[in-house]
């Protein structure tokens, strides 16, 4: 049975407001130009410096940005996070927001990968989950259209706030995998599931493994991200969200989703000591293809065999990977 079959939605969302492009834009210019510690660090955007890496059909890029040490660098273990105030209810007086919907709001991100990045919270404090949230997620894709790319990182998954629910959102066409996307999914994926309204990928060469969905319907997408997640949680930590980052975009009217499934937070070379260190806390970005290095030593380093191991030791093994795709094509066939 196919998925448009199983569940009937409406594809459209009128707690958006059509003018919400044209608040963003305001936003960004106004927080440039009235708050100084955001419009220094935009500027900073000029001296970053890009490196790629290439591999075979497509290439890893690397970002210089001492701007995000505080991110990288973030201790988000649960002593830290029930010992300091939660930075996204207390935001400084010079960050202004737009609203979202009845429960987000949009801010200009004060410490940007990108030339305009945002960061999307929710007003209510609660812990970092998107369960209860993925319909949000692809509402604010559409609502943000071509000109930004959406995404999401878990708890445990490059989040410097586990604590509070939010997404973040930048520039597109610059995380490798969107400009990856037609190459990957035709040449180094498997197609697990398709019908006419929605296409789902096991993507397996691409140095790390990846679910990616690819639809015009809102419905089909939110009733494929159920079943992944029940499958992805048979392997997971009981009770606990699966650790995973996402990725999303709007184009031609249609969505293209990219879930990232972990099984680890950080490598073991980030909790080294001294020359050992290699400060890299890979989140959604860094799954993407953009590995940002907070330290000058880390983009120096940085080669084919090191990335590809980063990339080994925090995403699902070969075993656990086979298990989920195989998983959700049953339970699509089981519905």
């Known amino acids: ?18 003018e919400f492009d044209t608040k963003i834009k305001n936003l960004f210019s106004s927080q440039k130009m009235e708050w100084e510690l955001c419009g220094n660090n935009y500027s900073a955007l000029d001296q970053v410096k890009l ?14 940005n001492p701007k995000r040490i505080i991110s990288t ?13 939660c930075f996204l209810c207390n935001t400084p007086p010079e960050q202004k927001r737009v609203p979202v919907n009845k429960q987000f709001d949009l801010l200009v991100n004060p410490y940007p ?9 929710k007003k209510k ?62 040449s180094l ?20 493994r990846m679910i990616a969905m690819e639809s015009g319907s809102k419905g089909d997408l939110l009733f494929a991200y159920k079943l992944f997640v029940d499958a992805f949680k048979r392997i997971s930590i009981p009770k606990d969200e699966p650790m995973m980052n996402i990725l999303s975009w709007y184009r031609d009217n249609k969505w293209r989703i990219v879930f990232i499934p972990r099984r680890k937070h950080r490598p073991d070379s980030y909790f080294e000591k001294g020359n050992d260190q290699l400060m890299i806390s890979p989140a959604a970005i860094d799954l993407g293809g953009l590995i940002i290095t907070p330290r000058q030593r880390e983009f120096d380093l940085l080669n084919r065999e090191l990335v590809t191991e980063i990339y080994r030791e925090v995403t699902l093994t070969t075993e656990h990977f086979e298990y989920l795709k195989n998983r959700i094509v049953t339970n699509i066939l089981s519905r």
């Open 1 to 18: 049975m196919a998925i448009k079959d199983l569940i009937k939605r409406k594809d459209h969302n009128k707690e958006f407001d059509s």
């Open 51 to 64: 490196k790629e890496i290439p591999f075979d059909g497509f290439s890893i890029h690397v970002q210089f």
């Open 73 to 85: 660098s973030a201790n988000t273990n649960e002593e830290a996070i029930k010992n300091r105030e």
């Open 113 to 121: 990968i990108f030339n305009e990045h945002y960061t999307i919270i």
């Open 125 to 186: 404090h609660q812990p970092q989950t998107i369960i209860g949230n993925f319909e949000t997620f692809l509402d604010l894709t559409k609502s943000m259209g071509k000109d930004y790319t959406v995404f999401y990182n878990g708890p445990r998954c490059g989040a410097s706030a586990p604590d509070h629910t939010h997404f973040q959102a930048g520039s597109s066409n610059k995380i490798p995998i969107e400009n990856d996307f037609d190459f990957v999914t035709s």
């Open 189 to 208: 994926s498997n197609k697990i599931y398709s019908d006419s309204k929605i296409n789902i990928y096991a993507i397996e060469k691409y140095l790390r």
